[in-house]
């Protein structure tokens, strides 16, 4: 029994349609490379891996005689992996380089929602000039061969005073690993004191390191 595949990309995460028709069937075996189905056809499957998967298809009638084999190939191409970069604290009225990263950027079409406040949200480092409010960007990208997509977002935070966070998430992720003071740098003369819940003073500098950073 011949069987069909289509989709309108082949990517993870993106349902293929598997089609055949035949008559007097009593059960479907599929084996799409990475699992079994006995489904009905026509139905859907989304790949959650790359890779190139070898679908072969049998059925069985009421009598349970089977059919031979018949198979096709399909191939899932990986959706990109692109970083917006590390959320920011600027000063207000000032700018700003995205710092986004994407191997192979002349493959893929870029664009940054929303486009506010960017000189061009085409490029994959865009200047940013925002307003007093924060602004949450999302960069999406499309591989220009496979029409597969990913995204990221990052965050722009305009301040004009001091904000002192109170916790980080050091997990090397790329996002609020370090502590930053924003607006720290307008006071070059000030110490960094931390101290414990029980107001005993465990760390002092005036030297930003240890992850501290200013903006």
Do not use: M
């Amino acid at each position: 029994v011949p069987f069909t595949i289509a989709a309108d990309t082949l990517c993870i995460q993106k349902p293929v349609q598997f089609a055949a028709t035949a008559l007097g069937v009593s059960r479907w075996n599929w084996n799409l490379g990475n699992s079994s189905s006995n489904q009905l056809p026509p139905f859907t499957y989304s790949y959650t891996r790359a890779g190139t998967f070898n679908v072969l298809l049998t059925i069985t009638d009421a009598n349970g005689c089977g059919s031979p084999a018949s198979n096709n190939s399909i191939t899932i191409a990986p959706n990109p992996t692109v970083s917006a970069g590390p959320d920011k604290y600027i000063s207000v009225n000032t700018s700003t380089t995205l710092d986004a990263t994407l191997a192979n950027a002349n493959n893929y079409s870029i664009l940054w929602t929303p486009s506010a406040y960017l000189n061009n949200p085409a490029l994959l480092n865009p200047v940013s000039t925002p307003d007093q409010d924060p602004v949450i960007y999302t960069i999406s990208v499309v591989d220009k061969t496979s029409l597969c997509t990913g995204s990221d977002k990052v965050l722009i935070t305009p301040v004009s005073k001091l904000y002192i966070p109170t916790a980080i998430t050091p997990n090397n992720d790329g996002k609020n690993d370090k502590w930053v003071i924003p607006g720290l740098a307008l006071y070059p003369e000030a110490r960094v004191v931390v101290f414990n819940r029980w107001g005993e003073k465990i760390f002092e500098t005036k030297s930003l390191y240890w992850g501290f950073v200013h903006v």
